[in-house]
């Protein structure tokens, strides 16, 4: 999946939060969890239309582990 590919989903989705009335902070944090979602999807070999609920508990996990070890937990 490229950065091409990604803009795919983004610039939508930017779009629909401005338009909501998100501040900038909020749209950039959200963008920011999608982009890394995206990204472990390319790790993973999987397109978005492959996404089913197990492979977001996956993400979630995988998120939280980067946290720990980010924070010194273990």
């Known amino acids: 999946m490229s950065e091409f590919n990604n803009k795919r989903w983004l610039q939508p989705f930017e779009e629909h939060l401005a338009e909501q009335g998100y501040k900038a902070v909020t749209i950039k944090r959200r963008l920011s969890t999608c982009e890394q979602f995206l990204l472990f999807l390319q790790e993973k070999g999987l397109a978005i239309e492959q996404v089913v609920p197990p492979i977001l ?12 070890q980010r924070n010194g937990h273990e």
């Open 57 to 68: 508990d996956a993400f979630m996990q995988h998120q939280v582990q980067r946290y720990h």
